[in-house]
């Protein structure tokens, strides 16, 4: 799926980019495949429940997208969102405690590994229903503009969604009033066990974009730097025109659909993901500094052993959060509660 | 104080909290250049403009989600629903967005924002155009519910909906537009969440919503020519519903008929039916009665419509039933 790299864009990421956000991307990716690594851990030793999606593979998706952001943009994002939260400034360790079920998570032990939010940081979930959330995005979009601010919505989804009404819907409106806001298909090739030839009219998903007069381009979505290079153009064309964008970034994910689901299973062969496998976005980025004389194996087992920390660091964390006490069962149903739910914390 | 129909009513709610406060905006379809479908909205794109009167396509999921993001990012959606028939398309965004995104979000995310439009049926719009939802809605934890009768409930109440930091799904009577009430000169707002007498009596309870009271007001009135006396109590909001002046009226009356639009399994009544046997057991001289919508799609046909709505001649034979009458 992935194609070859382009130096040339490679070569223009490499001058304009800041050496140490360069490095923080590896590092980033790094941590990202850790963490998660970790996560598949705690979940075959049941510290993690629940529906659990894993984002190993695409790695290259989410750190080069979001490397283009200011921090008060502006994330949202479906199930598969671990690496998300992490990139867009979310503590690992509150992360991990959501994942465990613990009260110091980021949503205190209610969303779990689907609904990762954390206001202040611009994480705004974290969403369970395939396409439920691009209509949301359309919104804090919308209300970005109404607000006359220049903060940009990504909104990723996997290229499953592009099926839903709620996709179509959104482009719409995002087209036809002019919203500040990058749509990010994840094509990662399955929608669960569905294969993209066997589930969409149209192979080429920027096409999609057609149908509203919307810019769209198709990016190799398994190398961080072409992300970057893509969504960049399509954050300023939000941030200084408010328009709106459709990026498919081409990719693959190196793990089942969820951890109930094999790594291959009905659906696709040992050898085409082992073939995949050899499109490593972490090895091919690291391959791209190192050519550039920016890194090398001792920078790469240094980042490394750090991810490893952090991440040991994050189960140490949630580990050692409290369970949400019985008194926070009734809490935050409403902002102004009545009855039941004015019960105080115990 | 002005005697107005209840659509200007809710325009007038609309229009002082639209100058209130500036991240109000209401979106929907129609509610602009035309007017709004049923003229609710009238004159004010005029006064606010389109930005914030916002015409949309006909796509109810995509806005219903479009004012759900824009409460995330701190603004006070009003949605439009051209009638709540259309919301099931919208269901999503209001049930599992709005209704969940504080909760699920640590309680981080507020969603203030309002869904209105009318509900129930009007006349011979058939099975797709006459339904009252309010049962689907008020299940829901994170959602309140609120079906005003009157226009000074209407425009006291959506003014209160719209200040509320939480979602709230307005239900408005579709053939209430015209009717007219009482309405103050100065500004008002009645909370949500409380329970009105709108007839008093001894006799027995009638419990109605929505146009449901207008049914219960014109029972009482010929049943009083009987010399029965009915007390009629509206709750307004069916969630948080205000059970206490209810079961006041039911331990003083010890009979009780509840009235509702919708179909009967499940329906609210049930629920309230419910809450009290469980608080008034002892105080029932009789079993609580319901009158509903029959349990039936709205069918077209005149005389079969008239079976199905609930009419005064049902309601007296319910009331005249629980009071060992006939």
Redesign the interface.
Known sequence: MATPANPDHVGRQLAATPKAQLIDMLYQMLLGRRYEEKCAEMYALQKIGGFCHLYIGQEAVAIGAMSTLRPDD?V?TAYREHVHALVKGCDPGRVMAELFGRRD???????GSM?L???EKGM???H??VG?????????????K??KQDTVTLCFFGEAAVNI??FH??L??AA?WKLPVVYIVENNRFGMGTAIERSSAIYDVAQRACAYDMASETVDGMDVLAVRETIGRAVDLARRESLPTLIEARCYRFMGHSMSDPVHGHYRTKEEVEGQKQQDPIKQYFEYLTAAGLADQALLEELDRKARAVTEQAVQFAEASPEPSAGELY??????P??PYTRSEQ | MAVITYRDALNQALREELRRDPNV?LMGEEVGVYQGAYKVSKGLLQEFGP?RIVD??I?E???????????????RPIIEMMTWNFSLVAI??IV??AAK??????????I?IVFRGPGGAAHQLAAQHSQSLEAWYASV??L?VVAPATPYDAKGLLKSAIR???PVIFMEGETLYGSKGEVPDEEYTVPI?VTDVKRPGTDATVVAWSKMVTVALKAAETLAADGISVEVIDPRTLR?LDEGPILESVRKTNRCVILEEGWPYAGVGAQIAFQLQQAAFGDLDAPIARVTGLDVPMPYAKNLEHMVMPSPARLIAAVRDVLYLD
Not at chain 1, 105 to 111: F, N
Not at chain 2, 61 to 75: D, N, Q, S, T, Y
């Open positions: 502006l949202i998570g980021v949503s205190r032990g209610k969303g609904h939010f954390d206001r705004l979930g974290g369970g229903i439920g959330h691009i209509p949301l995005a359309t919104g804090t979009a919308f209300a970005a109404y607000q009404g709620t819907e959104s719409n409106m036809l809490q935050d149903v409403y902002a102004e009545y009855g | 905006f930005q949309t396509p796509t999921e995509g806005f219903a989600g479009v004012g759900v993001g824009a409460a995330m990012a701190g603004l999503d965004q599992n967005g995104m504080l909760y699920m979000s640590g309680g981080q995310f507020r203030p934890p994170g309140k509320d930091d939480d969440g948080p």
